[in-house]
């Protein structure tokens, strides 16, 4: 079976100015996909790789065993994640989250800052992440297609850096669109369901 671009769960007109149609239309679908194809592509000339899940392709690939098929399987992996954790309406962390964010960071305000900070304080291209490490929340980030789930994290919301995500309306300022998206765009009740572990399976694909 092919890997596939999952569709958005969102319209791609509900951030408004904030991130905007065309946006989507290149990051969605023509970056997205790009890594879908050539991820089919590479699968499609190896039988041993046949079959396989995303989050196994991962784990074969990781380490630089197969980088040019990590690159592709580790990009398709971190973008389907960053979409579900994106909400065209503002939310605010509820429940066991909320707690767990007063008891890392102080304040949801204090844990959006660090977050921002980690994704305008990375070099170059990647990703900022919030995992949970021996039950508590950690802000970090990866570069290029390295991703939460090739180092046996529990990935809870991945951030793109990655200059795609954001030049069509941001142009170069990084920090512009990290504070406005990460205040006002974070879909929160999905960072909380991750919290049992089962965040990975959530933009997992089966081979």
């Not at 569709?7 to 509900?14: D, F």
């Not at 679908?29 to 699968?43: F, M, S, T």
């Amino acid at each position: 079976m092919a890997f596939i671009l999952p569709e958005l769960p969102y319209a791609k007109t509900a951030f408004g100015k904030d991130l905007s149609e065309e946006t989507f239309n290149f990051h969605h679908g023509k970056h997205h996909n790009a890594y879908v194809v050539k991820a089919n592509e590479l699968v499609a000339a190896d039988a041993a790789l046949q079959g396989k899940s995303l989050l196994e392709l991962i784990a074969i690939a990781k380490g630089g065993a197969k980088p040019g098929l990590f690159n592709q399987v580790g990009q398709i992996w971190n973008h389907s994640f960053y979409w579900l954790g994106l909400s065209p309406e503002k939310k605010a962390p509820t429940g066991k989250l909320a707690e767990l964010i007063t008891e890392a960071f102080g304040s949801v305000d204090a844990l959006v800052d660090k977050l921002k900070a980690e994704a305008v304080g990375h070099f170059a291209s990647g990703w900022a992440a919030l995992n949970l490490e021996d039950g508590k929340l950690v802000v970090t980030s990866y570069h290029d297609a390295d991703t939460p789930v090739a180092h046996g994290a529990t990935p809870l919301l991945i951030f793109d850096v990655w200059e795609h995500a954001y030049y069509i309306d941001y142009r170069n300022a990084r920090p512009d669109y990290a504070g406005t998206i990460l205040a006002n765009h974070i879909d929160w009740d999905f960072v909380a369901l991750n919290l049992d572990g089962q965040g990975a399976s959530r933009a997992d694909q089966p081979g």
